[in-house]
């Protein structure tokens, strides 16, 4: 790959991370944002509705990960350190949408999903592309002759 479409691809990928995280500051559900959600929303349902007693324990910290992961992708080129940001995203995403779904106290339907909701869904799919344009990095090619066929190796000596 060459490295125009590297960068290019992590600078994409970038730009999506950020959009995940910027998604933490708008509403997600009956106006709360992800900073008024609690953490453990993602692992229980029987959790309170009450707000999270800091930032470090509300489910935005988990969105903000993902922005952290993007910059260090993006800087090394790495699909794996992106790719990684991408899955905490994606995880928290969806299981807030399970538990709040399976939760018997909370009704939420699609309508009722705010623009935090899809600005992150938006985000990840954005950043997902960015990772899949990086290409899959340099491959070691054998080398091939002006008429298309392949030059193969010389064996060592005996």
Do not use: K
Request: net charge positive; hydrophobic share 50%.
């Amino acid at each position: 790959m060459p490295a125009r479409q590297r960068i290019g691809g992590a600078v994409v990928a970038l730009v999506g991370a950020l959009g995940v995280t910027a998604s933490a500051y708008l509403t997600w559900y009956r106006g709360r944002d992800a900073t008024q959600i609690p953490l453990e929303r993602l692992f229980q349902t029987s959790i309170g509705t009450g707000e999270p007693s800091s930032y470090w324990n509300s489910m935005a910290l988990a969105l903000s990960l993902v922005t952290v992961l993007g910059v260090v992708g993006a800087l090394l080129l790495s699909r794996f350190v992106l790719g990684l940001g991408w899955l905490i995203g994606v995880a928290t995403l969806v299981l807030w949408i399970v538990m709040s779904a399976n939760d018997s106290r909370l009704s939420v339907s699609v309508g009722d999903l705010g623009a935090g909701v899809w600005v992150c869904a938006a985000g990840l799919l954005v950043m997902l592309a960015g990772i899949i344009g990086m290409g899959r990095g340099d491959r070691t090619r054998s080398p091939v002759h002006d008429d298309g066929t392949r030059i193969e190796p010389v064996p060592p000596p005996p």
